[in-house]
């Protein structure tokens, strides 16, 4: 079975600052998807960026970038110029691609990341 | 594209009572899933529906919990006898397969308060 471990619960910048989320997972397999999902308070949840396992290259999406170490099986997001509406509840995800997408995500507890004005 | 609707978004029941609730995928989506949020945690996969067919089910679902999908397209999730420990959010996500694994968009979820 499939673990994922975010440690901080709770995270706190300035706009406009740079923060960084961490993220560690746990599996056997050697193919997988690790994602970073974002909810916004009483929002549903949105994609925030993806990332093959098989990909060396770290995604970026805009502000949004990974460090995607696997052999350490780490998965952090950084958030660069942050800005008011990044304010919610971050969820590193994991997902395995030997079962098609049977066996759904498997999410971290997340972490809420407050920026400040 | 509207994205991934549930409803109702918000169900106060009490103990003992059936809930049923709806998710209409997109449309072009033949995959689809439903997971459970409780407070403070991440939510988790609960089942999961490649077009009519329920392939996978977690040990979260218990017999009181049942999933439909009779055409491929929505999918009900039913709560028999419901139980305070079943307060939560109940989510709905699809994907396509365009790749062998692809994506989740997810659905503004059901909250669900048993009294």
């Known amino acids: 079975a499939q673990t994922v471990t975010q440690s901080q619960p709770e995270m706190s910048v300035q706009e406009a600052e740079t923060v960084t989320l961490s993220c560690t997972y746990d599996?056997?397999?050697?193919?997988?998807?690790l994602f970073w999902y974002k909810q916004p308070p009483s929002r549903q949840m949105i994609l925030v960026i993806r990332?093959?396992?098989?990909?060396?290259q770290n995604a970026t999406e805009n502000r949004f970038s990974v460090n995607f170490q696997k052999a350490a099986k780490s998965f952090s997001l950084k958030i660069s110029d942050s800005q008011l509406g990044d304010t919610a509840m971050y969820f590193c995800?994991?997902?395995?691609?030997?079962?098609?997408?049977?066996?759904?995500?498997?999410f971290g507890k997340g972490t809420h990341l407050i920026i400040q004005p | 594209d509207t994205g991934v609707s549930q409803d109702p978004r918000h169900k106060i029941t009490k103990r003992g009572q059936n809930v049923t609730f709806r998710c209409d995928p997109i449309?072009?989506?033949?995959?689809l899933y439903w997971y459970r949020q409780t407070l403070g945690q991440g939510p988790e996969f609960l089942t999961y529906?490649?077009?009519?067919?329920?392939?996978?089910k977690s040990r979260l679902l218990s017999d009181r919990f049942s999933a439909e999908r009779p055409k491929g397209s929505f999918s009900t999730l039913e709560i028999q006898r419901t139980e305070q420990g079943d307060s939560a959010m109940y989510l709905c996500?699809?994907?396509?397969?365009?790749?062998?694994?692809?994506?989740?968009?997810f659905g503004p979820g059901t909250r669900l308060t048993v009294l």
């Open positions: 996500a699809s994907s396509g397969e365009q790749t062998s694994t692809d994506t989740q968009y």
């Open positions: 599996t056997s397999e050697n193919n997988y998807y």
């Open positions: 990332q093959e396992a098989y990909k060396q």
């Open positions: 995800a994991f997902m395995t691609t030997s079962g098609g997408g049977a066996d759904g995500l498997t």
């Open positions: 449309s072009e989506h033949n995959r």
């Open positions: 529906f490649q077009n009519e067919a329920q392939l996978e």
